[in-house]
Each structure stands twice: as C-alpha cells, then as structure tokens.
C-alpha cells in the first residue's frame, strides 16, 4: 500500500509541498480559519460589518480585506477566509449580531484542505478534471465546481495561480490526479 | 519483391525507411505510410480471413471504414491491439503486426472450409440449428460458437498504457479537415473565434490530399492546404488536432474526441500518455466528415484486389503505390472515372471502365479514350476470379433489363465505386432527423436539435469547389452566430472533377443470384441474399433485418454496408428506402479502447477512497479494511494469527469487559442553524424536538414521503437555534440533500440552514464500563459524573486540550462517548486516548465488532436491516415517532391502508435452534419445510452474527407477521439443509439498559 495510501502523511503541516511532478507547482497551502455563512441577502450589511469586508452579492465574486476574504459561492452563501487566530473574533462578531440578523455561521475549516496550483499550464491541468470553462474564471473570482467528481471550490488568484480547496477525505483523490496529470503535461504530448 | 511504387507520387517521405514485420516477415515502408500502404506497396493485398467464411481478404478501403484489414498490433508486454485498422495505423519502425482469423497461415487457412459450406451458414443460421435439444445450448452449442466467433485475440495482460481526459471549450468545433472543414476553419479562425479542428487522419487535407491535381487560387492543392494550415497554425485562437476522432456527439453540443497521441511513435516520451479523450463544449459544430464510398454489391466483390477506386486513388497520390499493374474499374459514379484516368497516368494498364449506366458524359469518355481505355456502359459485373488475389473479372452487357454474354477480362486489381453515402453518423448521434433525398438517392440532414451545422459532401454535395464554398459559408455562419463577424470569401478553383452517379441493388446477373457470394457487410460476412432471405422469412424493418442478417453490426457499424443492405432489404420488401428506414448510428463513431473512456480512473484512481484522519494509525496497525460507501473504514483489528471471527470476538469482550476504541469519523454530520431550526427539525424527523433542551441528545428517524425509514442517527441540541445532526455513513450526502430539496421547494420561509460538518469532524468513540475512567482526566469544562452528564448528552468542551462536541451516547450497549475534534487533531487525540488506555487494556475495535455489540442491542443498521419497505412500526421504533405533531416527512403515508395492515414484514429476532450454527445474511425464511416449492417465503435474515457475550449466535429478521409470531419456530432452507429458529425480540443483551447507566 505503499504510494497513494500516503497521501495523508503529506497533508501533515510539517510538509507542504507536494514532490515536483510537472511544470506546475502543486503546493498544500497552510491552515487557515473557514466558516460557511448563509445568511439573507438582504442582512449582507450586518454580515459585512461583522466580518469586515464587504461581502460580494454576485456568485463568484471575492472581496478581501487584510487577511480577510469573502467569497459568494450561492445566493445565499459565502465562504469565509481569515486567519487562524482571528476565528474566535469573527465568531464573537457575529454571535452578537445573530439575535437581530438570524444567520448560520459554521466553522469548516477543518472539513477543507487547500492546494495551490501555479505555472503556465496551471489551466490546462486543471481542464484535466475540471469540466467548467477556465478562461472564463477572471482572476480574482472563484466558483463552486468539480474536479473529477470531487465537489471544489476553485479560485483563480492570478491568471496563472489557482487556489482549489475540497473536503479532506476527497484531497488525495484530486492530488493524485493532479500529479499524474503535470507529469503528463511535462512529457509534453 | 517487387515494389509497386511510383516514382513522383505520393506525401511519404522516401529520405526516411521504416521497416516493420507483418506475420513475422519484415516489411519496408517509408515514413507517412499506413500499414495497408506499405504492405501494397510490397504488392501484398492479402490481409486477412473473414469473421464467418474465413475468405481471403484485403483492404477494401484507405480509411477508417475499413472492415478487412485489421490486424493485430503489438508494441511490447501488454501492448497487444486486435482488430487494428491497417489503413489506418502509421508504420514506426519496430511495429509488429499480424494477421488475424487464420490458423495455421493466412494464405491456407483450415477455417476456410466455412466457405465450402456457406449454403449452410446463411442468416439466423445460430438460430434455426442450435434450438434443440435446449440442455445442449448451455453445454455445448454456446460454448462452441464462442470459441468459433469472435474477430481477432483479445489482449491478456493487463494495458500498461496511460490514458488522460481533458475537457476543452470552443466557439467553433469544426470535424472533419478536408476542404470543407479546412475552408470552415480558416473563415472562423479569420473571425477571431476560438476554433478547434480535428480530423482522424495523420495529416490534415482529407479528399484534397488525394487530388493533388486540383488548383486552388492558383496553388496546386497540395500547396494550398499547406499554406492554409500555415496559416491555421499562426492563429492563437484556432487549435489543429489531427489524429483524433470525434466519437460521440452529446447533449448541448458536447462533442468526445479521441485522440491517439503515442500509436504512431517508435519509441513514446516518458509517461505520456497513449489517448487522450477530450470532452468538447462548442458554442457551434461544423460537421464537414465528407461522404463514404459505397461498393458494388455483385458475386466475389470481397476477393483481394478488388477495392474501392477512390481507396485506389488515395493509395496512388497520397502513398504513391499502385496497387495493381493491370486494373479494371466498374462504377456507376464519375469518380471511379477519374481514379481510373490516375492509375493509368501512373502507369497502370486500366483494361476497362465498366459503368453500369448508359450515359456517361462525354468528357470523361473522351478522356478515357485518350488513355487507350476500353469503355463499356450498360454492363454489369457478374464475377470475380482467382484464389488469394482477384486475377479476372466477368462482365455482360445488360441490354433491356436482360444480361447479355460474359466476356472475361484480366487484371490485378479490380476498382469499384457505388457512389458515395453522406457520412452522418455524428449528425444521427444528435437525433436529428434524416430526409430521403431522391435526386442524390441518399440521406440527407434534416431537422437539427443541436447548433450544429453539416457542409459539404456530408449533406450531398460533390466537387472540391463547392465543398470549400460550402465549408467557408457554414464557418461563417458559425462565428457570426457566436457573435463575431466573419465573411465566405469564395476560393477560385481550377481542374475541379465534379461528377454525379447513381446507386444500386445488387448488380444484375446472368447466373443463379442465390448462390452469388455478393457481400454487403464484408466484416460480418452478410451477402445479399442473407438480406433476401431475412425478408422472406419475415423481417420487414431494416432494424429486424439488421439483427437477424448483423448487417451493420461489426465494428464498422455498417459505414460501407448500410447503404446497400437498406436498398436490397427496400427492394425485397417492395418499398422505397425511406419507408424501410436506416438503423441508427451509435457513439463511438470507430471502435475506442476502453483505455480513452477508463482515462485516469485505474489503480488507486478508479474510484475516490476516502479515508479519515485516524486511518493511517489503523494501517500501522494491521487493519484490515471494508469499503463503506466511498470511505475504507477499519473492519477489524487482527492480532497474531487471528482470523476475523476470533479477532471480533476479542474485541467484542474486551470492550464489554474494559474499553474499546473506535473511529466513527466517517458517520455523516449536518449543523442545522437558525432561528427555526427546531421547527425544522420537527418537520424533518419522526421525532418530537420541541423538548429537547440544549445539552442533550435523542435518537432520530427519517423517513420519506412514502412512510418508509431513510435514515437514523443521534442528533444533539447545542443550544436552543443549534444541532448537531448525525447520519449514517453511506446517507451524509443523501440527507443534507434532502434537507436542502425541502428547504428550498416547501419551506423557503423557514429561517435555518443546514451545513455539512462530516469532514470538520474527527469522531472516535469510546465504549464500555472503563470509557468514562479513561475519559474523564483528558476532559475539561465539563463535569463528567453520570448526574451532569447523564446518558444522551451533548457538551462543548475540550479534551485533550482539543476543542470538542462531546456526546455520551451508545452504539453498543456499554457506558459510551463519542468526541468530536476539529479533523486534523483526530489522530492526535486518538494517539492520546490510546496510550492512556493501555491501563484499561483498551482495544481498538472496527466495523464487524461495532455491527455485532449493536444487533446484540437490537440496534438497527438502516439499509441493512431495512430495505426502503420499512416503516418505524415494522422496525420496532414507534416510540421514535412523534404522533401527536401536527406533521413530518412521511407521517401522512404512515396511515395508509397498505402501512397499518396486518401481515407486514416486521423486525424481529432469531435464535437457531442450535447455537453454534450462525445463519447467511440474506437467507430465506418459511413456516414449514415440508411444503411444495415454491415455497412461501416469510421474510429474510438481515443481520446475523457470532455472539461472544451470549456465547451462541444471534440473528435479526424481517419476517412476515413476525411481531406477532414471538416463540413460534421458523426455518430456514439451505442447500445442504434446513435450519430452525426460534422467533425472539430484537433485543437480546441486557435489555434494562443497566450497562449503558453505570
């Protein structure tokens, strides 16, 4: 059971990349504190006073503010970047507003791992298992979709950076296919 | 050898020799050949035995429509192919191939006595002789036709290859790279939209590359078609795919290719991969896949040497080989005249044109008599001669209908040309519809339900002029209806040979047409009398025609013998074709392996495993694993040489006796939030909420709209607006699917929102008289004491120093825990609880031990014990239903007639009559032994198990009635015997609950 079977070990934060495979540079991006929020989208005021950034109102939109990052993946969704250390803050800043403005704020922090994927053909090892049409992703906007079956919330940072994070159990599945496919990409057929 | 070269013609590259072995003798070709063009090149035409007949074959074609020609292909260990195309697969030096259906050699093959016999062999022959005796079908007559049929060895290794997949969008997705394609690309591409091209061929140019004679704005067409794919290359927006088939085309312009990346390379570059399948979304599809020629049908049409004559021209120009010093052409198309007049410039002797029709045009009569070409119009073809290559040909005139004498006439090579057919195989995967045209005697593209567009002779028309036209015009149109602009800029074309033709039955003939070996499917060996024969024995539609002759039915799918088995059967029938109908062409367009579809999904890829936070400390520990839904979970935890029933019933006793261990993380886990979040759950579940204080648990029941059990698990009430809803393994996805379905279409006013928490969770549970001893130090902010925290509670808290949803609930019977960490502290804590408990000689346990502690409790496993026909009264938990709420899912079927009448199938327990025998999950259960079969079956045995704590076996049934037949004595019938049980309760361990209190 040697090979895939270890994926996990690579998932320890003690070691972050993922062995060279290709021309692009697969990297496990470190820890950060996730919530999902759903909330009306008539109350996207308070939320925004809460977290601090001015959450987007269109799908696929992102805002940021510092360390801070909002990004609209429903109508009535958003997923919440912050921090570590600044989870506790931002759960305190909703609770007090959530007797007013009825919301759900969940902690998925721990449910998600996140991967970079950076290089000329970052795109193009995507498209690998990605069925959604990449060119049309504007850097700085990300979406909710599949690779290979696997729900992902995809990001595109740069045109050539991407940021894809999906459920833990599922990351070894996506990995693994991801690193097949750069060693694809660098035997160049 | 002699070599059938010419000088002067031909794209191979005569610098560059490749050699290659066929059936083991050593074959020199020159790069840019095909298997079939070097090997004719060589003046080899025998290529293969027929699938039925075992007759000699040889390529009929230059294409991917070929049905002779295939071959083995072997690259290595594991790198065996059958049924390879031969007019297809590019030579590499080192290729081996063989021939295939032969024993002992392809030129004497013992299996050619079948084609002594075909009298016997005709169509639904498997029917009407291997009917009876029945017994014999089994035994003997399947078996034996197995080992008969078959085309080709299939491969016994394992592929070795790498396959990949890639999904691609476009504007435009023109198929197809002849002039029609090429003029379509180059106008979008010209427009600035994103333009995709692909052809199957090696090289782009399609019809053009074998008409080098053409010119096209001035440029011979050869050097048009390298300047315009010049110019394709330059454009950023216009990608060129060639050896790459479209195989499929789906649903909203999603359209599969296949394209072959390694096949034609000596030596593959590290880890590429063989295929790749790319899953194309176009806003627009340009068909341009030309038209397919049809061959004559008339009595030895299938001997080595006689082959299509545009297959001829193509082998001429495009490979410069002749395949044969003396040819004669028989047609009823212009086209042939043409190949006629090529093989004659190269040097062939064409002894004859033999048209069917009696007007020929002028020009090319002339032109032929310039040539020194016997013409010969109104004639018909009525036989062919020679054993492994054709050597004669037998022709008459028909005269009135009547056929005149036969007057034989040498060659080597015999060129026929029915006419072309409209290539519409990628139009009919759309389902659009198809009209008769009457004029060109073919379909045509009718309706269309996709945005795809058909050009050139796809839709009938002929002549290099006016598919180039054509082409640009649907190019343009395409892009301008994306949006862009673009213009047909109309070609100048020189030296254009238009034609025009006619198509036919078989030919006419002046001996017995029954015993005519005239092939209409040349892979499956169907002749036109099998067609005539099918009529006459009942079939009217072309689709029983093609089923009873498996005309059409061969990996070609018919592209050369659709055409000509539709006019017979029409003929036979006495209707016009349309009225008989066309079958219907199916993806993939030519065979694919399994590889392309496959992709990356082999190995540890096939499917996604998903494991938890703590699986890799069971796999250090020797787990052994069973797959549950997607997840691998730990089954059991063997020590030494344990087998599974001794290493279940240790951990059974150790952790009734002290603690046990287990990795629950994968149980599906839902925060349900919001200020109505109890309403909501009092709508979802059979149970009542409104109660439920924050701080404690209760076991919940899901049901369906139909009454029937969905799921269960133990639900926490964190506070008054927040739960932590637990699911089953295999239902987490199931479940939060169907909280959202009701949330959005039934009760959008409801303010609550339902999150997925399975994988934020790392859960493991400790069980057992010692859990809270171990527990209880590593806790912090919450007493532990039994009256704090009493059975079914739920706290926030931390253990270990970990943040924690701590749960005190069973799943066994024992005093029980379940703690929630964040996932990646899940290993941490486990690690933690393992050492501690090394006091307690704690024990891990897994899935099989779980099953048993929980039947021994009566617990059910919902889709084990339950089957979707489960009402909670069937199942012994009508306690779990909330009656006097004014509603929940499913509560209104629960008073259906069928749900409360007497005689369901209801859960109970079993208890054989000798203990030591475990019964098979699954088997069946009577009232008497004695009765006749079929017996009346009572019901099933769903969980069955070795009882370590009771020391005998203990079992859980659905058994008709079974709530009221406590006592009563059941058997159950296996094939070596009948076995008797008792009927029990459910429960069958300390039923007071004494254990779970402590």
């Known amino acids: 059971m040697e090979g895939r079977m270890d994926a996990y070990a690579r998932f320890r934060p003690e070691s972050s990349t993922v062995p060279a495979s290709g021309p692009v540079a697969i990297r496990i991006l470190p820890e950060v504190a996730r919530f999902s929020l759903r909330i009306a989208p008539a109350d996207l005021g308070v939320a925004s006073e809460a977290f601090g950034v001015a959450l987007p109102g269109r799908i696929g939109e992102i805002a940021a503010f510092g360390s801070r990052r909002a990004l609209c993946l429903g109508p009535d969704e958003w997923l919440l970047h912050a921090e570590e250390e600044e989870a506790h803050v931002i759960e305190a800043a909703f609770a007090e507003r959530y007797a007013a403005t009825p919301h759900s704020l969940v902690a998925i922090g721990d449910r998600e791992i996140g991967i ?74 | ?137 089994d035994k003997v007559y399947e078996p034996v036709i197995r080992a008969a049929a078959g085309l080709g060895k299939p491969p016994t290794e394992p592929d070795p290859d790498r396959y990949a997949s890639r999904f691609l969008h476009c504007d435009v997705l023109v198929i197809g790279a002849g002039p029609a394609g ?117 009595d030895g049409n299938d001997r080595p040497g006689v082959m299509l004559a545009g297959a001829a021209q193509t082998y001429l120009n ?75 040909v037998r022709v008459n005139p028909v005269v009135n209908g009547k056929v005149g004498a036969a007057r034989s006439l040498d060659c080597e090579a015999l060129l026929m040309s029915g006419g072309w057919t409209p290539s519409l195989h990628l139009f009919s995967h759309t389902k659009g519809s198809l009209h008769w045209d009457e004029e060109a005697e073919a379909f045509l593209p009718g309706r269309k339900t996709e945005a795809c567009r058909i050009a050139g002779a796809g839709r009938g028309l002929w002549g290099i002029g006016k598919a180039l036209e054509d082409g640009a015009k649907a190019g343009a149109a395409a892009a301008r209806a994306l949006g862009h602009e673009a213009e047909a800029k109309s070609l100048a074309v020189a030296n254009d040979r238009e034609g025009r033709g006619v198509t036919h039955k078989e030919l006419p003939t002046d001996r017995d047409p029954g015993r005519a070996r005239a092939f209409i499917d040349f892979q499956n060996d169907v002749t036109a009398k099998d067609i005539r024969l099918a009529v006459r024995e009942g079939m009217r539609s072309i689709e029983h025609v093609k089923r009873y002759t498996t005309n059409g039915m061969a990996t070609d799918q018919g592209k050369m013998s659709n055409m000509n088995g539709l006019a017979i059967a029409a003929d036979a029938v006495g209707k ?92 599906g886990k839902i925060e349900v939030a919001g200020p109505d979040a109890v309403e909501f759950m009092n709508r979802m579940y059979t149970n009542p909420w409104t109660k439920l204080a924050a ?167 919902v889709g084990q014990d339950t089957d979707g026909t489960v009402t909670p009264d069937d199942a012994g938990f009508g306690w779990a239903v909330g009656r006097k709420k004014p509603d929940f899912v499913g509560k209104r079927s629960l008073t259906r007639p069928d749900i409360v009448a007497p005689g369901r199938k209801q859960l109970v327990g079993l208890l054989t009559d000798e203990p030591d025998v475990v019964l098979e999950e699954g088997a069946q259960i009577v009232a008497d032994p004695d009765q006749p079969k079929p017996m009346t079956m009572l019901g099933h045995v769903t969980s069955s198990y070795w009882s370590e704590t009771l020391g005998r076996s203990i079992a859980l049934a659905l058994v008709a009635g079974g709530h009221g037949r406590e006592g009563e004595t059941l058997h159950v019938p296996m094939p070596d015997r009948t076995i008797t049980a008792k009927v029990t309760g459910t429960v069958f361990f300390d039923p007071e609950n004494t254990r779970i209190k402590l």
């Open chain 1, 116 to 189: 970079s994927l950076e290089g000329e053909e970052a795109a193009t090892l995507l498209s690998t298992g990605c069925p959604i049409d990449l060119e049309r992703l504007a850097p700085g906007t990300g979406k909710r979709t599949i690779f290979d079956s696997v729900s992902v919330v995809l990001i595109r940072e740069e045109k050539d950076r991407f940021t894809l994070e999906a459920w833990r159990s599922f990351m070894p599945h996506v990995l693994g296919l991801l690193e097949t496919a750069n060693r694809e990409l660098a035997a160049g057929l």
């Open chain 2, 576 to 667: 016009a074709p349309p009225q008989v109908g066309l079958t219907t062409f199916r993806p993939p367009y030519t065979p694919t392996t399994f590889g392309a579809f496959a992709g990356y999904h082999r190995g540890s890829h096939f499917e996604v495993t998903r494991k938890t936070p703590i699986d890799s400390w069971a796999e250090e520990h020797g787990a052994v694993y069973e797959p549950v839904s997607l997840w691998r979970r730990a089954r059991y935890f063997p020590r030494g040489n344990e087998d599974m029933r001794a290493a279940v019933a240790r951990e059974c006793r150790m952790t009734r006796a002290s603690v046990g261990i287990f990795d629950a993380s994968t149980l």
């Open chain 2, 1 to 137: 050898m002699s070599t059938f070269r010419v000088a002067g013609r031909g794209r191979i590259d005569r610098s560059r020799p490749i050699r290659f072995t066929f059936d083991g003798r050593t074959v020199q070709g020159y790069e840019g050949d095909t298997v079939a063009s070097a090997l004719l090149a060589n003046g080899t035409h025998l290529m293969g035995r027929s699938f039925k007949y075992h007759r000699p074959r040889g390529a009929v074609t230059a294409g991917s429509d070929e049905p002779n020609a295939l071959v083995g292909t072997r690259r290595g260990p594991g790198r065996f192919e059958p049924n390879t195309r031969a007019t297809m697969q590019e030579i590499y030096e080192g290729l081996r191939t063989e021939s295939q259906n032969r024993w002992p050699s392809l030129g004497f093959d013992v299996g050619g006595v079948n084609d002594r016999f075909y009298m016997l062999f005709s169509a639904g022959f498997y029917y009407k002789t291997f009917m009876w005796p029945r017994s014999f079908w």
């Open chain 2, 182 to 298: 090429l003029a379509a690309a180059l106008t979008a591409g010209r427009s600035g939209a994103k333009v995709v091209l692909v052809d199957e061929q090696s090289e782009m140019g399609g019809s053009l590359l074998s008409e080098p004679s053409v010119e096209i704005e001035g440029q011979p067409a050869w050097d048009w078609i390298a300047a315009t794919m010049a110019e394709l290359a330059s454009m950023d927006n216009v990608r060129l795919m060639n050896r790459t088939t479209a195989i499929g085309y789906y649903h909203q312009n999603m359209v599969g290719l296949c394209q072959k990346l390694t096949d034609h390379l000596p030596v593959p570059p590290e880890g590429a991969p063989r295929e790749r399948m790319w899953k194309v979304r176009a806003g627009e599809v340009v068909l341009a896949q030309g038209a397919l020629e049809r061959p004559l049908v008339f």
């Open chain 2, 695 to 861: 701080g404690r648990c209760r076991y919940g029941l899901l049901l369906g709209e139909d009454g029937y059990i969905r799921d269960d698990g133990v639900i926490g009430r964190l506070s008054n607006d927040r739960f932590h809803v637990t699911t089953t393994t295999g239902g987490a996805a199931r479940v939060l699917g169907m909280m959202e379905d009701y949330l959005q279409t039934e009760w959008p006013d409801l303010r609550v929102w339902v999150t997925s928490t399975t994988e934020q969770w790392a859960t493991i549970a400790l069980n057992g008289p010692n859990a809270r001893n171990l527990l209880a130090p590593f806790v912090e902010g919450q007493d532990m004491s039994d009256e704090a925290f009493p059975h079914m509670s739920v706290a926030e808290c931390t253990v270990a120093g970990f943040p924690a949803r701590l749960f005190r609930m069973s799943f066994t019977g024992e005093l029980g825990f379940e703690i929630n960490v964040p996932a990646r502290h899940g290993r941490a804590l486990w690690e933690k609880l393992w050492e501690a408990g090394q006091e307690y000689d704690i024990c891990p346990y897994g899935t099989e031990t779980m099953h048993v502690l929980r039947a021994e409790k009566g617990y059910i496993i």
């Open chain 2, 318 to 392: 495009r490979f410069g080989v002749l395949v044969g010093r003396r040819a004669v052409v028989v047609t009823s198309h212009d086209s042939a005249w043409y190949a006629a007049f090529d093989l004659a410039d190269a040097g062939c002797k064409v002894a004859a044109i033999v048209d069917t029709r009696a007007e020929v045009m002028s020009a090319l009569r002339e032109q032929a008599r310039v040539r020194g070409i016997e013409v010969l119009p109104s004639h018909t073809v009525t036989g062919t001669a020679g054993r492994l290559r054709v050597k004669s």
